[in-house]
């Protein structure tokens, strides 16, 4: 829908409409894990936006981009320490730990990934003197030890709450039963 949006506005010459079609393609995009499409419809309504002088619109096309670049990264990371190859790289809640009181804005992501068998133990890179433990552990299994509170971290308890919510989703996105 929202390409038929796209293409609606593009022969209509509606520029603003188009800004905004881009940057809701981007979106979807992203959210859906296609960092490259996104960065794709991102530029051209990056490019769009300035031309049209919308610094508001700017500033928000440019936070897309750097959350699609920042995704990148953490996908490149993922290989690289815990020998894992990400298909996607879904965006969770992006939060402060405590407004007002702490300044670290947390960006959150669930990678999604065919686990090989050896994917727990120990991984990093040894010319940069890590030792990155890797846990595997069912869903029902994180669950409880939310519950029991054995899992005490924060960011942790609020990710595996998301993916409680959003896993039959995320499951059928990739095809998944």
Not at 112 to 131: F, I, K, Q, S, Y
Not at 140 to 156: F, K, Y
Request: proline share 3%; hydrophobic share 40%.
């Amino acid at each position: 829908l929202c390409a038929r949006a796209l293409a609606i506005k593009q022969q209509t010459g509606d520029r603003e409409g188009t800004a905004i079609s881009l940057g809701n393609l981007g979106r979807i995009a992203l959210r859906g894990g296609q960092l490259e499409e996104a960065i794709g419809f991102l530029q051209v309504d990056l490019e769009l936006t300035r031309a049209l002088g919308d610094r508001r619109g700017e500033a928000m096309v440019r936070t897309n981009l750097a959350e699609c670049h920042l995704a990148m990264g953490r996908l490149r990371e993922a290989e690289e320490e815990a020998r894992l190859a990400l298909r996607a790289l879904v965006p969770a809640p992006h939060h402060y730990p405590s407004p007002g009181c702490v300044a670290e804005y947390l960006y959150t992501f669930v990678g999604l990934a065919d686990l090989p068998d050896g994917a727990a133990g120990v991984a990093g890179l040894h010319t940069e003197a890590e030792n990155i433990r890797s846990h595997l552990v069912s869903f029902d299994r994180l669950m409880e030890m939310v519950e029991t509170g054995e899992v005490n971290s924060g960011p942790l308890i609020l990710l595996a709450y998301w993916l409680d919510r959003n896993r039959t989703r995320l499951r059928a996105d990739a095809g998944l039963t």
